[in-house]
Each structure stands twice: as C-alpha cells, then as structure tokens.
T-cell receptor, first 115, second 113 residues
Framework: DTGVSQDPRHKITKRGQNVTFRCDPI?????LYWYRQTLGQGPEFLTY????????KSRLLSDRFSAERPKGSFSTLEIQRTEQGDSAMYLC?????????????FGPGTRLTVL | QKEVEQNSGPLSVPEGAIASLNCTYS??????FFWYRQYSGKSPELIMS????GDKEDGRFTAQLNKASQYVSLLIRDSQPSDSATYLC?????????????FGTGTLLAVQP
C-alpha cells in the first residue's frame, strides 16, 4: 500500500453517462498525476497538478475529460458522455515527499468499463 | 519511433537465475528513469529509480543506466516465481521541462519454478 487511495475501484457505466473518480494522494505530497492504462500498454499521462494548480494536460485528452484539485489535497477526474473507448484503468500517482522528490507512487486504480 | 521501447516478452527464466530487462528511450536529455513492477490486474509499483550513469543496487535488483547509449536496464538476481509480473520502464523526458512520465509497454517476466 503506497498510501494513495482511489475511489471507486471499479465502475461500470453505460455509454453516454458521466462518471467521476476520486484520488487521495499521500498527505505531504504536493504533486498529483492522472494516467490511463489500457490492456497491453503502459500508463499514458493525462494531467498533472502541483497543489491546486493544473500545470499540464495531455494534448490527447478529450474535452470530455476534466480534472480538479480544489484545495490541493484530493483530486477528481470527470469523464462526460462516456464512450466505449474510455474503458481503461485510471491511475492516480502522488509525488513530492521530502525523501522521494522525483518518484511517483501509484494508487490502486479505478477500472472503468463502458458498456 | 516510440519514446520508450521495451521488448514485450514473455521473458522466461528458471528460478534462481538472473533476469535481464532492457529499455531504450529516444529523448537524449531525459534525466530520470524508473522501473515499475505490475502484477496482473494491479497498479504499477515503483521498484527502482536511477538518475546517473552506472549501476544502482537495491537488494536483488540492479538498475543500469547508460545515457550515451540511451539505454536503461534492470537485473533481477536469484529470480523467484513471485517476481513473475510485467516490468514497466518509465522516463521523465525533455530535461525536466515536464514532470510527467513516459512509459514503455512493459516486459512480461515469467519465472519458472
């Protein structure tokens, strides 16, 4: 257990519905990342926060995706009007502790299935 | 050319042998390199980080970095069946101008008892 938590762990939804995922990073970490992973691929970067500021967003990220980190603590990732191609594992990673500045630690992930 | 390339495997080694996993990257100014282990259905687990040329050892794991050849490897000594997993190589590219990681597709390691 890295100390990063994600909720829910699994989500099944119908095409066209909106879904929201939550990530709670390690408490002293100021950087938070979202990645997406599909079968047989490595994680793909989606977006990144330092404290509450969203500093980078993948050019591949559809406008249907939005992320927030309102108080610099937990973060949410929302997908609007889900499509079957959104089915994937959504991973949150935490970074920024005093002894592991560059290292990113992943949560357990949220597995999304869009029917 | 992919930014981070790994042989997808499977790499099969007998128990007790040394497993050697390789990774090449395209961005010459990459600064930070990481190895993650991922069991089936689970999230990636960080096992090694390396920032300077040469070797870095941690228990049964040794990471090797050669920036001139744009090559990073992971050696697992005394391989155990519990080491059977997908090993992901990750690179922080662009000389630190971004904090994101670029991952390879992973190498599946199978340790035979």
């Amino acid at each position: 257990d890295t100390g990063v938590s994600q909720d829910p762990r699994h989500k099944i939804t119908k095409r066209g519905q909106n879904v929201t995922f939550r990530c709670d990073p390690i408490s002293e970490h100021n950087r938070l990342y979202w990645y997406r992973q599909t079968l047989g691929q490595g994680p793909e970067f989606l977006t990144y926060f330092q404290n509450e500021a969203q500093l980078e967003k993948s050019r591949l990220l559809s406008d249907r995706f939005s992320a927030e980190r309102p108080k610099g603590s937990f973060s949410t990732l929302e997908i609007q009007r889900t499509e079957q191609g959104d089915s994937a594992m959504y991973l949150c990673a935490s970074q920024g502790g005093p002894y592991s500045y560059n290292e990113q630690f992943f949560g357990p992930g949220t597995r999304l299935t869009v029917l | 050319q992919k930014e981070v390339e790994q042989n997808s495997g499977p790499l099969s080694v007998p128990e007790g042998a040394i497993a050697s996993l390789n990774c090449t990257y395209s961005d010459r100014v990459s600064q930070s390199f990481f190895w993650y282990r991922q069991y089936s259905g689970k999230s990636p687990e960080l096992i090694m980080s390396i920032y300077s040329n040469g070797d870095k050892e941690d228990g049964r794991f040794t990471a090797q970095l050669n920036k001139a050849s744009q090559y990073v490897s992971l050696l697992i000594r005394d391989s155990q069946p519990s080491d059977s997993a997908t090993y992901l190589c990750a690179v922080n590219p662009y000389g630190g101008a971004t904090n994101k990681l670029i991952f390879g597709t992973g190498t599946l390691l199978a340790v035979q008892p």
